[in-house]
């Protein structure tokens, strides 16, 4: 077939994005740029100030940055402390959702109504499942919440108001209505592209997050006191991680510019939907069933090993040389996200007989652990993060695939929520970082004199 005029012009960019475009690597030393907003440590540039979480990985001896066990406090309090605490009943994260928003813990009485909020808000507004979900389903969870999130603008009678009554009303419904919008969005995922039977029930006001998502998602909505307990961590654990995470960072940008909550939400939506991101636990999940095909004994560490090693080396699973679920930004000795889902894992294992498959996972870390810090000859540490126990946390309670990061994006909100407010009650300026030109200037030629 003959190259047509298109053709040209697309082959024609492929070369200019190849060529042109690629800016000579030095340049970024030379001008002292801080790519992905990180110093030549690799540590996150301050941009701003935030009272909603702390994120912790090390602490100052003598001058010195030191690892240390991961820290990660909610409003001040130790995650550890509030999923022992809240993480008893079937609704912590409705309390730690609470204590992002409001500052504090609530009481049994300011609990109880928040609860009865919640229920309240669930249901989406009349014939929404059917005019914006199931008219046009998709493949993609993380588009359909994208895309239920901005409709919502239409639905309000007052979107624009930054007035934070107003923002924290569009904020608790959108809390709400998430995780109803991720279940019908995957039903009519499941009835429309694998020809399964429609089944939509509809939320209960009395039921917690965690309650609730497993029945949506479920035929015969049925699930186990342990499941949801589970589910309920979970959400917890990953409610919040400071501001300088991608999708909160995004959130403190789009609220910087003045923008609706639909927009913003949307946007940070978009974010976390990256596999660099929101999206890892999936890679983690595809990871193991790589091994599981390649690794005939689980028992047998020199297997493991090989595996592994070929991993880094780049000749396995993606050819990316990455060990998925493997290090963290901050955490170096131990993400506490993960510490805690593990023994979450180990309970659901018991429970659920996975028991083998939860002693691959922690004979993985371990292995991993110690690869990749003689690999790339790292010396602070490097510990699974939350990502590595969250997928197979989730497959053992049955969750599809598709749900994982909306999962994450379901408890996210909280976190989002509270850092838009804290960016709109200080009045920030636009947040604007710098980008250096570094092109050459032209002359501008008329059109016949261009070769």
């Not at 690799?42 to 010195?64: C, I, P, Q």
């Not at 379901?410 to 009650?425: D, K, T, Y």
């Amino acid at each position: 077939m003959a190259e047509t005029g298109f053709d040209r012009l697309i082959n024609r960019y492929v070369d200019f994005c190849n060529d042109t475009c690629r800016i000579d690597p030095n340049l970024y030393e030379e001008y002292s740029v801080k790519r992905g907003l990180r110093d030549s440590n690799g540590r996150g540039v301050l941009t701003g100030l935030t009272e909603v979480s702390d994120v912790n990985g090390f602490k100052v001896v003598d001058g010195n940055r030191v690892p240390m066990p991961g820290k990660l406090y909610f409003r001040g309090y130790p995650v550890e402390e509030l999923v022992s605490g809240a993480g008893g009943t079937n609704h912590g994260f409705e309390e730690i959702t609470f204590l992002l928003l409001f500052g504090d813990l609530p009481t049994k009485e300011e609990l109880s109504a928040f609860m009865e909020v919640l229920g309240e808000l669930r249901q989406l507004p009349e014939s929404f499942n059917r005019d914006v979900i199931m008219k046009a389903p998709s493949r993609d969870m993380m588009n359909v919440l994208q895309k239920c999130v901005l409709t919502l603008y239409s639905y309000d009678e007052d979107p624009n108001n930054l007035d934070i009554k107003n923002v924290l009303m569009q904020s608790l419904k959108l809390i709400a209505q998430l995780p109803v919008m991720a279940a019908y969005g995957y039903q009519a995922y499941r009835h429309y592209y694998l020809e399964k039977s429609l089944v939509i029930h509809r939320p209960k006001p009395e039921l917690s997050t965690a309650e609730n998502l497993l029945r949506l998602l479920r035929t015969d909505g049925k699930y186990t006191e342990l499941e949801a307990k589970v589910l309920d961590v979970c959400l917890i654990i990953h409610a919040e991680h400071g501001g300088g995470n991608n999708s909160t960072f995004t959130t403190h940008v789009l609220t910087s510019s003045g923008t609706d909550t639909y927009s913003t939400i949307a946007a940070s939506l978009g974010s976390l939907k990256g596999p660099r991101h929101g999206g890892a636990n999936i890679k983690v999940q595809q990871m193991f069933n790589d091994l599981k095909e390649n690794v005939r004994d689980w028992e047998n560490e020199d297997e493991l090993k090989s595996y592994l090693q070929g991993l880094l080396d780049k000749r396995g699973f993606d050819h990316s040389g990455l060990i998925y679920g493997m290090g963290h930004a901050v955490y170096s000795e131990s993400d506490p996200r993960a510490v805690i889902l593990k023994s979450y894992a180990k309970k659901l294992a018991e429970e659920k007989e996975f028991y083998d498959e939860f002693a691959l996972y922690d004979r993985v870390e371990r292995i991993a652990s110690e690869l990749i810090a003689k690999n790339r000859k790292i010396f602070k540490g490097v510990c699974a993060n939350v990502d590595f126990y969250s997928g197979f946390v989730y497959s053992m309670l049955k969750i599809p695939t598709e749900i994982f990061t909306p999962i994450f994006a379901i408890s996210r909100i909280s976190g989002w929520s509270a850092h838009r407010i804290e960016e709109l009650v200080n009045n920030g300026k636009i947040i604007r970082p710098a980008y250096k030109y570094v092109g050459t200037h032209q002359e501008y030629l008329p059109l016949d004199k261009r070769q």
